[in-house]
């Protein structure tokens, strides 16, 4: 057996390829999985563009990999500055 990586095909479909602005970003979990709502925050509401529900392995190599990238963009561009947190948006 060899150590190859083959290349997965990945299709993104024409809804999904425009991709969705967000402003903010709310994380709840159970023992099985991260759920990750992504919202455009306008006062005086919050509007759910997207919701991707994931593994709590896969939420580990997601936090690993935005880690890496925000040194690899900071490097680049320089350092991101921390901005004030929109205001909360109560969940239904």
């Known amino acids: 057996m060899t150590d190859e990586k083959k290349e997965l095909p990945i299709i993104i479909p024409d809804d999904v390829l425009k991709g969705t602005y967000s402003n903010s ?3 709840r979990h159970t023992q099985g999985e991260f759920l990750l709502d992504c ?7 919050g509007i759910v563009g997207a919701r991707v529900i994931i593994s709590p ?3 580990k190599r ?4 935005l880690g890496e990238n925000i040194v690899r963009y900071e490097k680049m561009f320089g350092k991101i500055p921390e901005e004030s947190p929109p205001p909360s948006v109560p969940m239904n």
């Open 39 to 45: 919202m455009t925050v306008f006062s005086p509401k």
């Open 57 to 59: 392995g896969h939420a």
């Open 25 to 27: 970003i709310t994380i």
């Open 62 to 65: 997601l936090l690993k990999a």
